[in-house]
């Protein structure tokens, strides 16, 4: 069974910096591209970068580029995002999401990210 | 980017009646090469994570009740719950692959 568990959320500062990470278990990690998913309160899905099985090709949307960065361990079935220079606007719960290259076929609970001083 | 509106963003409808969503996007999703349409529909219930219903726009996911079905191709998308459960209240998103990820804005279904 799938497993993915998100963690490194919590109330962070405007301007300041956050490292979410997703453990993953259950599947082949390394033959998965992966992805960050959020949403903010009350708010809808957005996807926010993606990242190839190997890690050598990244995407990301146009509101976290330049101070978001995806990365991933593959010997340790870990993805990673950090974030940079945070805004009131990144506040949302981050989703870790197994990403098929067409679609997202598992997802974690997910870990709330709040910026606010 | 390509963006996904969907319609209406709220309906009621009454236990077993039928329930349809629709999502347009602003460019197809359907490769040529491979006539496949690269479009998807979630359920989120509250406090919960999304949960894939259906995938390549008509392809159920394993386990999805059969009230469930997805339709459509290129621009033009509709997801149909056809008998709505109590357990079927949720909000329902798009998405596609076509060109990095996007959703739609979702769409509210409650029990009249």
């Known amino acids: 069974e799938v497993h993915l568990l998100e963690s490194g959320g919590g109330l962070v500062q405007p301007g300041g910096s956050l490292r979410l990470s997703c453990a993953a278990s259950?599947?082949?990690?390394?033959?998965?591209?992966m992805s960050w998913v959020r949403q903010a309160p009350g708010k809808g899905l957005e996807w926010v970068t993606g990242?190839?099985?190997?890690?050598?090709?990244?995407y990301y949307a146009d509101s976290v580029k330049g101070h978001f960065t995806i990365s991933r361990d593959n010997s340790n079935n870990m993805l990673y995002l950090q974030m940079n220079s945070l805004r009131a606007d990144d506040t949302a719960v981050y989703f870790c999401?197994?990403?098929?290259?067409?679609?997202?076929?598992?997802w974690g609970q997910g870990t709330l990210v709040t910026v606010s001083s | 980017d390509i963006v996904l509106t969907q319609s209406p963003d709220s309906l009621a409808v009454s236990l077993g009646e039928r329930a349809t969503i629709n999502c347009k996007s602003s460019?197809?999703?359907?490769?040529?090469?491979?006539?496949?349409?690269?479009f998807a529909w979630y359920q989120q219930k509250p406090g919960q994570p999304p949960k894939l219903l259906i995938s390549?726009?008509?392809t159920r996911a394993s386990g999805v009740p059969d009230r469930f079905s997805g339709s459509g191709s290129g621009t033009d998308f509709t997801l149909t719950i056809s008998s709505l459960q109590a357990e079927d209240v949720a909000v329902y998103y798009c998405?596609?692959?076509?060109?990095?990820?996007?959703f739609g804005q979702g769409t509210k279904v409650e029990i009249k």
């Open positions: 999401a197994k990403d098929t290259g067409d679609y997202f076929d598992s």
């Open positions: 259950g599947f082949t990690f390394i033959n998965n591209p």
């Open positions: 990242i190839s099985e190997t890690g050598s090709s990244t």
């Open positions: 460019q197809s999703v359907l490769y040529s090469s491979n006539n496949k349409n690269y």
């Open positions: 390549w726009a008509s």
């Open positions: 998405q596609q692959s076509y060109s990095t990820r996007t």
